[in-house]
């Protein structure tokens, strides 16, 4: 858990799609130790994560009760729009 609770900062100059996937894979092995890890936990830990025009972005468009489903959708829509990402 506290691998996950001290995920670095993504670096902005790449996709986030990949990023994201890798915070996946340790939320799989985290799951696959017993820990589980609740939906506001991974929001927030992505929400910290992100920095740049993307974070604006996102606070902009973030509603209480954000799942994390949607966060990912969103973020995966950010890379494939082309949106800027930081550079």
């Given at each position: ?20 996937l890798k915070f996946e894979d340790s ?22 994560c992100i920095t740049g025009q993307l ?28 949106e800027p990402n930081g550079d």
């Open positions: 858990m506290a691998a996950i609770m001290s995920w670095p900062p993504f670096d902005m100059r790449q996709a986030v799609q990949p990023q994201v939320l799989l092995e985290a799951e696959r130790a017993g820990v589980k890890v609740q939906e506001e936990m991974k929001v927030a830990v992505v929400l910290r974070c604006t972005y996102m606070n902009l468009r973030l509603s209480d009760g954000l799942k994390y489903d949607e966060l990912r959708e969103t973020l995966f829509k950010w890379d494939f729009r082309g």
